[in-house]
T-cell receptor
């Protein structure tokens, strides 16, 4: 079983739609969780951290369920510019233990 | 601030050739990392450094060496390139040990 698993997609949604991605992780000792965004042929960039209480940043909402070991990202009112691959990232407390999922691709269309 | 920069952006090597990838950061970060990204796989850590003069192996270190002689620079070397090392290489840095890392633009390496 992969340490971090994501549905690769692609998720094709129209502009204005709400879309949600899930990610599951296998290591119950994982401490911190993040969503990164990666545009085609570009570097990953931190989108947001994921806190136990859930957190929101504009149109983006991230949630963590430790009991079920999954993380979610909700994007409301999708924009064309949201088209990218979203990477789920799990940190287990050492410099060498940042595990990246393979990413979920989102394509927002007119 | 330039953030994290990488040189070169692209490179084509023949099997057995050697090369060095350079990563530089101007954010005074202690931690630096080298990853490779292959289709269908998440980013995988090759080597990392927790400070000037220190390096450590990551998940896939074989065939690579690194050096961190200056805090702002982290070099990745391939002594004898193999086709399996065809990949996109990303350097990253962080202020502290955490999941919040800043990435460079990547180096696309092809080994023929």
């Amino acid at each position: 079983r992969k340490e971090v698993e994501q549905d690769p997609g692609p998720f094709n949604v129209p502009e204005g739609a709400t879309v949600a991605f899930n990610c599951t992780y296998s290591n119950s000792a994982s401490q911190s969780f993040f969503w990164y965004r990666q545009d085609c042929r570009k570097e990953p960039k931190l989108l947001m951290s994921v806190y136990s209480s859930g957190n929101e940043d504009g149109r983006f909402t991230a949630q963590l369920n430790r009991a079920s070991q999954y993380i979610s990202l909700l994007i409301r009112d999708s924009k064309l510019s949201d088209s990218a691959t979203y990477l789920c990232v799990v940190y287990t407390g050492t410099a060498s233990k940042l595990t990246f999922g393979t990413g979920t691709r989102l394509q927002v269309t007119l | 601030n330039a953030g994290v920069t990488q040189t070169p952006k692209f490179r084509v090597l023949k099997t057995g050739q050697s090369m060095t990838l350079l990563c530089a950061q101007d954010m005074n970060h202690e931690y630096m990392y080298w990853y490779r990204q292959d289709p269908g796989m998440g980013l995988r850590l090759i080597h990392y450094s927790v400070g000037e003069g220190t390096t450590a192996k990551g998940e896939v270190p074989d065939g690579y060496n690194v050096s961190r002689l200056k805090k702002q620079n982290f070099l990745l070397g391939l002594e004898s390139a193999a086709p399996s090392q065809t990949s996109v290489y990303f350097c990253a840095s962080s202020r502290r040990e955490s999941g919040e890392q800043f990435f460079g633009p990547g180096t696309r390496l092809t080994v023929l």
